[in-house]
């Protein structure tokens, strides 16, 4: 892994340099690349651009950990009022909805599983209404059984739900296997966040060798594997076993993040892949925008010069 990804992590957690970055518009020139806006009318804008150029969507509405009632609430309401107006656009067919579930209740001292299991379904109601789907996003490993139990509870009233597994962790391959199942919607990432080495692979190559192993149980499986890379070599080695293992184009698909790799996202498109593309957007955009940096730490001078540039 790089030197410099688990510093940036680090900082991700200072409520100093979030208090600093988050309240400097100066910084908006390398948000905006990765976050398009803040509010729901500029998530549907970029979610309609995208569609127009052949692509798919998911959308997050920003936010995890959250141990506050109300804001839990506000995160559905969010959630809810999104799904409307993709319905109403006609949008609905060509973007679905992510969801942490941290951000809905996990995070809370009191019954914080109970709570985000009846949000989570709350939001999937709205979603099946609006005729879309929901994802729900993995986040470190310590909540990776809570959420998988969740996904189950879920998956009996809304089948349709898509699952998140990070291939560094150890565990994972298991949780392919366990997870390849016909009508199972599975997105495979690598991993954003810092893991300790006694549940996660720590060398990028290591983490590269077990993406490959998940890719081929869920290729290989009976589900809808949901491939999240922007790295080539791993597009092309998912679309060499989608070839060996028979998969028609429309029966799985990449995932890219918005503003990484556009032309390439077109490019596949173009080529017949579907190719969806995850949008997050609202105010709480500090730790997405951190876990951004460390992947790609060369972006870490940019955002630098953002902070104290005059203009």
């Known amino acids: 892994m790089s030197l410099l990804r688990q510093p940036i992590l680090l900082l991700a957690r200072s409520q100093g340099v979030k208090r600093l970055v988050s309240t400097m518009p100066v910084s908006s020139g390398i948000v905006t690349g990765y976050v398009p806006g803040e509010t729901t009318e500029t998530a549907v804008a970029a979610t309609q651009g995208l569609v127009d150029d052949g692509l798919r ?4 509405y920003l936010g995890e950990d959250t141990t506050d009632v109300a804001q839990a609430e506000a995160t559905v309401a969010a959630y809810k009022e999104l799904l409307a107006e993709l319905a109403a656009r006609g949008l609905a067919p060509h973007a679905e909805v992510s969801v942490k579930l941290s951000a809905i209740g996990q995070s809370l001292p009191d019954n914080g599983h109970k709570v985000a299991l009846e949000n ?54 298991a949780d392919c296997r366990a997870l390849a199942y016909e009508g199972s919607r599975v997105r ?3 991993g954003a966040y810092m893991e300790p080495a006694d549940v996660a692979f720590q060398d990028r190559l290591d983490v590269d060798k077990a993406y490959v192993r998940c890719l081929k149980v869920l290729l290989g499986g009976q589900g809808y594997p949901m491939v ?32 990484i790799r556009p032309e390439e996202q077109k490019r ?20 997405y925008l951190m876990r951004r940096l460390a992947e790609k730490p060369q972006n870490l001078a940019f955002f630098v010069r953002s902070l104290v540039s005059k203009k």
């Not at 969507?57 to 997050?60: A, I, N, P, Q």
């Not at 979603?127 to 909540?143: I, K, P, S, Y």
């Open 228 to 259: 999240a890379t922007h790295d080539p070599r791993m597009v092309q080695i998912a679309s060499s076993l989608a070839s060996r293992f028979g998969r028609r184009p429309g029966t799985y698909e990449f995932q890219m993040l918005y503003g």
């Open 188 to 190: 495979l990432c690598k």
């Open 57 to 60: 969507v998911t959308l997050d």
């Open 120 to 173: 989570a379904r709350d939001i999937c109601r709205a979603a099946r209404n609006a005729g879309t789907t929901v994802t729900l996003d993995m986040e470190d490993h310590t909540t990776t059984d809570s959420t998988l139990t969740i996904l189950r509870e879920l998956r009996k009233d809304f089948p349709e739900t898509g699952a998140v597994l990070q291939a560094m962790l150890h565990r994972t391959e």
């Open 268 to 287: 596949l498109a173009a080529a017949g892949e579907s190719v969806r593309v995850y949008i997050p957007y609202g105010t709480e955009w500090y730790g």
